[in-house]
């Protein structure tokens, strides 16, 4: 007769530095695999107790005297059921990044992860030590090894718990999404499995932090390299597997759930994002600057599908650069979405700040002076909404602007939180008619009008910037692959609009740092993906020899 064992993928949403909230959940949900799921484990993810990444918070004291009570809580609160959790354990001077085992109230096995990434958003090296030692547990006659994230993007740590006496393989992750990430795990577990000849059980915390987003994705890929079971993106689940040994070997099932393209993977992590940072940090709303363009109805969008249409102001702040359709488009987003809205014209606050600064500036006072005086004002109008009513300002600038700094500081760049910090303008049009297809709300002259900022009479934003066709794919092979403006013209670009771009990006470096979190959706994203220096002279365009 074959063996046969139940374990729980806790595929669940936790809050950096919220260790009592984080084990309550953790000892509700192992009461819930036991009692409604009859199950004999249950899997939480990396870093559990703390949530990830808790950064800094590991060299508090403090931390782990609450992590050390939290593991006498879980232990002691569910016995009858194998928990594994993920931890940051101290022993010494020394932090490791763990996995304990519980049962019958005692730990019965402690794994402490031996790859620890450092590149991109991973900073592991920091804070903790490797470890050196496979895992074992025996769960109903099943003998489960566990390990931690990266551990199983080395086919080494699976072969080397296959050689400890594992029969499956249980990887705890705290895995940050980009775009395509799901197929990246996919891959690097399915290597883990050819090599190991071990099914492969993977598990993912789910939830905003800051700028990351983890998605969950949890899934198991048996011995033949298969999918056998696949749980959602961006919402908590519990994925319940079942594991047979019998003499052929071990076969894992479980629920499959088919994933969704790539426009609404993208919107459901922004939407996601928005939500737990603004619920997270326990901001009563969010306040938007609806100019009746893409980018503000885009976040509007976003917002209401977060937070409810209940927790979201729109200000129209109409100059007398403003056109009509841009109020009308503004008032007709807001009323499809159902949030409140208020029209705040700023033609007398920028008189006013023209005629104070008038003597000082002189003549020098028009251009862009004058247009970001437009902007700051408006800047000032939301952050005083803000400071009123607890909700946080919400900026609108998307990846394209900030790479050029086509945004003004102090004014349109004003808020906590940007969500769209992170897309294109072309993937902005691409979320905006995503969404208009799951029920209208962005104007269909809102999509199709030409970008402009009206600070102006008859601005466009192909005045100062390249086509956003030509724009992104440069700003993509620049930032993102890293490419150097002569490998860029290479790729069929001019070279007198690929030295532009790449001295724009380069000179605004000074304004992205300055600019609010945003939600990372690509591989590289402004803010801990990518450090360069705000002062400094490098010029790829002098060393290549390729200056216009």
């Given at each position: 007769m074959a063996e046969h064992a139940r374990l729980i993928l806790a595929q669940c949403n936790f809050c950096v530095g919220d260790i009592i909230g984080n084990t309550e959940k953790i000892v509700t949900v192992a009461k819930r695999a036991l009692g409604e799921f009859k199950a004999d484990a249950v899997v939480f993810p990396e870093l559990a107790i703390t949530g990830y990444p808790p950064e800094d918070l590991l060299f508090r004291p403090g931390l782990h005297r609450g992590v050390a009570a939290s593991l006498k809580k879980i232990a002691d609160a569910v016995r009858d059921i194998n928990i594994f959790v993920g931890y940051p354990e101290i022993d010494g001077d020394s932090i490791y990044n763990s996995c304990a085992v519980f049962y019958g109230g005692n730990l019965i096995s402690n794994y402490r992860k031996q790859a620890l990434p450092n590149y991109a958003v991973f900073d592991e090296k920091r804070y903790f030590k490797p470890g050196a030692q496979s895992t074992i547990v025996e769960i109903a006659g099943i003998k489960v090894g566990v390990n931690i994230c990266e551990?199983?993007?080395?086919?080494?740590?699976?072969?080397?718990?296959?050689?400890?006496?594992?029969?499956?393989?249980?990887?705890?992750?705290?895995?940050?999404?980009?775009?395509?990430?799901?197929?990246?795990?996919?891959?690097?577990?399915?290597a883990a499995v050819n090599a190991s000849g071990l099914p492969i059980a993977y598990v993912n915390t789910v939830g905003g932090q800051d700028e990351l987003i983890f998605d969950g994705g949890s899934f198991v890929i048996d011995t033949s390299g298969t999918v056998s079971a696949q749980a959602g993106l961006f919402k908590e689940d519990l994925v319940p597997i079942d594991v047979?040994?019998?003499?052929?070997?071990?076969t894992v099932r479980g629920p499959q759930l088919k994933l969704a393209d790539t426009e609404q993977t993208i919107y459901e992590a922004l939407v996601l994002g928005v939500k737990d940072y603004i619920e997270?940090?326990?901001?009563?709303?969010?306040?938007?600057?609806?100019?009746?363009?893409?980018?503000?109805?885009?976040?509007?969008?976003?917002?209401?599908?977060?937070?409810?249409?209940?927790?979201?102001?729109?200000?129209?702040?109409?100059?007398?650069?403003?056109?009509?359709?841009?109020?009308?488009?503004?008032?007709?987003?807001?009323?499809?979405?159902?949030?409140?809205?208020?029209?705040?014209?700023?033609?007398?606050?920028?008189?006013?700040?023209?005629?104070?600064?008038?003597?000082?500036?002189?003549?020098?006072?028009?251009?862009?002076?004058?247009?970001?005086?437009?902007?700051?004002?408006?800047?000032?109008?939301?952050?005083?909404?803000?400071?009123?009513?607890?909700?946080?300002?919400?900026?609108?600038?998307?990846?394209?602007?900030?790479?050029?700094?086509?945004?003004?500081?102090?004014?349109?760049?004003?808020?906590?939180?940007?969500?769209?910090?992170?897309?294109?303008?072309?993937?902005?049009?691409?979320?905006?008619?995503?969404?208009?297809?799951?029920?209208?709300?962005?104007?269909?002259?809102?999509?199709?009008?030409?970008?402009?900022?009206?600070?102006?009479?008859?601005?466009?934003?192909?005045?100062?910037?390249?086509?956003?066709?030509?724009?992104?794919?440069?700003?993509?092979?620049?930032?993102?692959?890293?490419?150097?403006?002569?490998?860029?013209?290479?790729?069929?670009?001019?070279?007198?609009?690929?030295?532009?771009?790449?001295?724009?990006?380069?000179?605004?470096?000074?304004?992205?740092?300055?600019?609010?979190?945003?939600?990372?959706?690509?591989?590289?994203?402004?803010?801990?993906?990518?450090?360069?220096?705000?002062?400094?002279?490098?010029?790829?365009?002098?060393?290549?020899?390729?200056?216009?």
């Open positions: 551990d199983i993007w080395s086919p080494e740590s699976a072969i080397q718990a296959k050689d400890a006496g594992a029969e499956m393989l249980c990887n705890i992750n705290a895995s940050p999404f980009h775009i395509d990430k799901q197929t990246e795990r996919l891959e690097a577990v399915g047979f040994k019998s003499s052929e070997g071990i997270k940090n326990r901001f009563r709303g969010c306040v938007i600057g609806l100019s009746g363009g893409i980018d503000s109805a885009l976040t509007l969008t976003i917002a209401v599908d977060a937070l409810g249409s209940d927790h979201v102001v729109a200000i129209s702040m109409p100059s007398k650069y403003t056109a009509d359709m841009s109020i009308e488009d503004a008032r007709s987003e807001t009323q499809a979405l159902g949030c409140d809205f208020h029209i705040v014209p700023i033609d007398e606050p920028v008189s006013a700040f023209t005629k104070t600064l008038g003597k000082l500036l002189g003549p020098s006072g028009q251009g862009v002076t004058a247009e970001n005086i437009q902007a700051r004002s408006r800047g000032v109008i939301l952050m005083a909404v803000s400071n009123t009513t607890g909700h946080i300002v919400l900026a609108t600038g998307n990846k394209s602007e900030m790479a050029v700094g086509y945004a003004t500081l102090y004014g349109d760049m004003a808020g906590g939180f940007a969500p769209l910090k992170d897309i294109p303008k072309t993937m902005v049009y691409r979320l905006a008619k995503w969404r208009n297809r799951q029920g209208h709300a962005i104007p269909n002259r809102v999509l199709d009008r030409a970008p402009t900022a009206e600070l102006a009479p008859a601005q466009k934003d192909s005045d100062s910037l390249p086509p956003y066709d030509v724009l992104d794919p440069i700003l993509e092979h620049y930032i993102e692959a890293d490419m150097s403006p002569r490998e860029i013209v290479e790729q069929g670009y001019d070279l007198e609009s690929v030295n532009r771009v790449t001295s724009m990006v380069d000179r605004n470096e000074y304004k992205r740092r300055q600019a609010a979190s945003g939600i990372r959706i690509t591989k590289r994203a402004f803010g801990r993906d990518r450090r360069f220096p705000i002062t400094s002279r490098y010029s790829e365009q002098e060393i290549d020899g390729t200056e216009t």
